[in-house]
């Protein structure tokens, strides 16, 4: 069983997908080949990005437009210590609920 976390305050909301897609900016250096890894539009990344960007005080990622070499997107130290805060969030929540979570997973029916 596998416990997600979700934070939200007001209509900032913070999850294992927009983290997702920031840890794979992160390895990508670009937003195009993260929405591809995580099989999803361009567009939709792009806009979870600026979302991510609006959302808190200071901007998660950077990026410069294409030309002859192309454009890039990279994480700030922000943007990473944002993945690293929400990673711990879930680590410890994971381990203090992984005895009810264990007892849960054993009251799933089988087929």
């Given at each position: 069983m596998k416990l997600f976390i979700r934070c939200v305050e007001g209509e900032v909301?913070?999850?294992?997908?927009?983290?997702r897609l920031l840890e794979m900016i992160g390895?990508?250096?670009?937003?195009?080949?993260?929405a591809r890894a995580m099989d999803m539009s361009y567009r939709r990344a792009w806009l979870l990005v600026a979302d991510l960007n609006q959302s808190f005080s200071q901007?998660?990622?950077t990026t410069r437009t294409g030309g002859k070499g192309g454009g890039f997107a990279e994480l700030?130290?922000?943007?990473?210590?944002l993945i690293a805060r929400y990673r711990s969030i879930e680590r410890e929540a994971e381990a203090a609920v992984a005895e009810q979570l264990e007892?849960?997973?054993?009251e799933i029916a089988r087929s």
């Amino acid at each position: 069983m596998k416990l997600f976390i979700r934070c939200v305050e007001g209509e900032v909301r913070l999850g294992p997908g927009k983290i997702r897609l920031l840890e794979m900016i992160g390895a990508h250096r670009s937003i195009s080949e993260a929405a591809r890894a995580m099989d999803m539009s361009y567009r939709r990344a792009w806009l979870l990005v600026a979302d991510l960007n609006q959302s808190f005080s200071q901007p998660v990622t950077t990026t410069r437009t294409g030309g002859k070499g192309g454009g890039f997107a990279e994480l700030t130290p922000f943007g990473f210590s944002l993945i690293a805060r929400y990673r711990s969030i879930e680590r410890e929540a994971e381990a203090a609920v992984a005895e009810q979570l264990e007892a849960l997973s054993a009251e799933i029916a089988r087929s």
